[in-house]
């Protein structure tokens, strides 16, 4: 999935990803991400990433994160001075259209894997002495 995460109200968001599901809302996801085709106008699916490595995270990421409740994750995705702080402090004084969180806003603000204990992030920046890696 191609595209760059925005920070909305309740943190960032992958466009491409909302607009696939944001038909389920609340409820549970049950059918595999598409997206519409301007061109023929009609949905096509989005293929499921071939990548073993990005495969792996992306199942460590479900298996760590999935059970915290919503407000948990908007607690997470705001800590101060992470990406989506980061860049919704930013837009105070500089322009970015759309709040866009570039991937070096990323991987800067995320220098670590948080898989292990789960920190509490509120208001607190990661230890660089002490990562959590999985």
Request: charged content about 30%.
């Amino acid at each position: 999935m191609r595209g760059s995460f925005e920070a909305w109200q309740y943190g960032p968001v992958h466009r491409e990803a909302y607009e696939a599901f944001k038909r389920f809302g609340p409820k549970a996801i049950t059918e595999e991400a598409d997206k519409f085709d301007p061109v023929t106008g009609t949905r096509k699916p989005i293929p499921v990433p071939l990548d073993r490595d990005a495969l792996d995270v992306i199942q460590k990421v479900i298996q760590f994160y999935g059970p915290n409740s919503a407000s948990e994750l908007v607690e997470l995705t705001h800590s101060k001075n992470g990406p989506w702080d980061y860049v919704v402090n930013e837009a105070k004084s500089n322009a970015n259209l759309g709040l866009k969180i570039s991937d070096a806003i990323i991987a800067d603000r995320f220098k670590f894997l948080w898989f292990g204990s789960k920190p509490s992030f509120k208001d607190q920046e990661p230890n660089e002495d002490q990562p959590l890696v999985a």
